[in-house]
Nanobody, 123 residues
Framework: QVQLVESGGGLVQAGDSLRLSCTAS????????MAWFRQAPGKEREFVAG????????PYAGSVKGRFAISRINTENSVYLQMNSLKPEDTAVYYC????????????????WGQGTQVAVSS
């Protein structure tokens, strides 16, 4: 089992950058595929980015492609989401998620979730 804690959210202006971090407790972090999801008010939680145990990334959600980048450092038990050129529509609670096996875009595939970190982008 793994426990996930996100950090790095905040209130920024459009065009700014943020780096979200997700740190995992427990053993064998390197055996988990990791992903970032987000949920805006009144909307469903959606896939943003995913990365395999070996560091291969899935195609990003179209709305963030070219602006966001996911990475992981297994020796630090951490996964990151670098967010550049932020837009007001990126405002959401961002969640880190983990699963055994291959990385996936489906929310239901992920067994472990963090508590989320709020990102708010003003225009």
């Amino acid at each position: 089992q793994v426990q996930l804690v996100e950090s790095g959210g905040g209130l920024v202006q459009a065009g700014d950058s943020l780096r979200l971090s997700c740190t995992a407790s427990g053993r064998y972090f390197g055996t988990y595929a990791m992903a970032w999801f987000r949920q805006a008010p009144g909307k469903e939680r959606e896939f943003v980015a995913g990365i395999s145990t070996g560091g291969v990334t899935l195609p990003y959600a179209g709305s963030v492609k070219g602006r966001f980048a996911i990475s992981r450092i297994n020796t630090e038990n951490s996964v990151y989401l670098q967010m550049n050129s932020l837009k007001p529509e990126d405002t959401a609670v961002y969640y880190c998620a983990a699963k055994y096996g291959g990385v996936a875009v489906q929310r239901a595939s992920y067994a472990y979730w963090g508590q989320g970190t709020q990102v708010a982008v003003s225009s």
